[in-house]
């Protein structure tokens, strides 16, 4: 049991970490997108759920972007980061029984749904499902990296040279 309970911990860890960079990398579009340093990209997505930077990110480019190639890649990684985000969700807002050897460890999603009401689910523990969760998670941040790297070499953006902060010196008499 122990050493399952290790292996579930790191593939949750894993799950954890790689994450955050998927919504990091969403970050570094809208802020690509916004042409504004780092840090007024960091102050404008801070507080914006993972959807709200899926939307905004869809809206900007839309709004900058007329390119039917780039705007299909945008289609396509937000559409695979969504669904890592659900699978995500259903993880991380679980609870987690490790029971006797017999019963082996179980997941526990609660959920209450106007028009069903409480639910609960009870399913066995995978951490291989959780590991090929982190795959899919991976793929999805080297898709949004080829998306910006893409769009800059086609001159719609520049994200290689945005300093990490505005130069506040430079407004001084």
């Known amino acids: 049991m122990a050493e399952f309970k290790d292996r579930l911990y790191m593939a949750l860890g894993r799950l954890t970490v790689n994450y955050s960079l998927l919504?990091?990398?969403?970050?570094?579009?809208?802020?690509?997108?916004?042409?504004?340093?780092?840090?007024?990209?960091?102050?404008?997505?801070c507080k914006q759920s993972f959807s709200g930077?899926?939307?905004?990110?869809?809206?900007l480019f839309?709004?900058?972007i007329d390119d039917q190639e780039l705007l299909e890649q945008l289609r396509l990684v937000i559409n695979q980061a969504s669904k890592c985000a659900e699978r995500r969700n259903s993880l991380i807002h679980s609870m987690w029984y490790f029971a006797d050897p017999e019963i082996g460890t179980v997941q526990i999603k609660k959920k209450v749904k106007i028009g069903k009401g409480f639910q609960d689910t009870f399913d066995p523990a995978d951490v291989d499902d959780i590991n090929d969760?982190?795959?899919?998670?991976e793929e999805t941040v080297l898709a949004v990296?080829?998306?910006?790297?893409e769009t800059e070499r086609k001159?719609?953006?520049?994200f290689f040279d945005i300093p990490?902060?505005?130069?506040k010196?430079?407004?001084k008499t």
């Open 23 to 45: 919504e990091e990398n969403f970050i570094l579009l809208i802020t690509a997108l916004l042409g504004v340093d780092f840090k007024i990209g960091d102050i404008i997505t």
């Open 53 to 59: 930077l899926l939307k905004l990110s869809d809206a």
């Open 62 to 64: 839309r709004q900058k």
């Open 133 to 137: 969760l982190v795959k899919s998670i």
């Open 145 to 149: 990296t080829g998306l910006l790297i």
């Open 155 to 158: 001159g719609f953006i520049r």
């Open 164 to 167: 990490f902060q505005e130069d």
């Open 169 to 171: 010196t430079q407004n």
